[in-house]
Structure formats: structure tokens, C-alpha cells
């Protein structure tokens, strides 16, 4: 099974993290319904929610020392709370893409 990450599509910012990481040439599967909360993701039969979604998306770019220090405790907390900050604090009040 391939690699899949759902995001909401209509979100212009969430729509432009990955069409980035496509644009690199990374075959992620999108899927265009709409999440309305958290970035979703499969990984090698396991699934992630939030920021350890994009952790995995990018340690498969090959940005490995990049994830591995977001990954440490500070810098953890800090990239979860940033996430979660953006997820359900700001990206709710965001122009939304129409359909």
C-alpha cells in the first residue's frame, strides 16, 4: 500500500504544503475530501494524525536530521503546539478554496 495523506483541500495553506512536497516529486496520495480538523496520513500500514504526519511526510523527502530535531523534547513540544495552534485556532478563520 502506497503512502496517503488526506488534508483539507480547501484550505489554501494545507493545499500548498502539498503541492510542494508533490512538486519535489514525492507521489503522495491526496485524497481531495474535506478534513476539517488534522492533517491524516498513512505510512507503511500505520496511521498518524497532526504533526506526526508531516514528521513522516518529510522523513520520506529525506529530511531526516530535520524530523530526528523535531523530535527532540523542546523542539517537540514547540512543533506540536505550533501545529496545533494553526490547526484549531487560525486555520478555521482562513479563506477557504471554493469547491
Known sequence: ??????????????????????SR???FDGNIEDFEQEMIGWFDQKATKGPETFRL???KMG???SVK???LPIF???FNAGYYVFAYAIRP???RKKK
Open 1 to 22: 500500500m502506497s503512502d496517503k495523506v488526506y488534508y483539507d483541500a480547501s484550505c489554501y495553506v494545507c493545499s500548498l504544503e502539498i503541492d510542494t512536497i508533490r
Open 25 to 27: 516529486g514525492d507521489d
Open 57 to 59: 511526510m518529510y522523513e
Open 63 to 65: 529530511f531526516h536530521r
Open 69 to 71: 530535531v523535531s523530535r
Open 76 to 78: 517537540s513540544t514547540i
Open 93 to 95: 478563520y482562513l479563506p
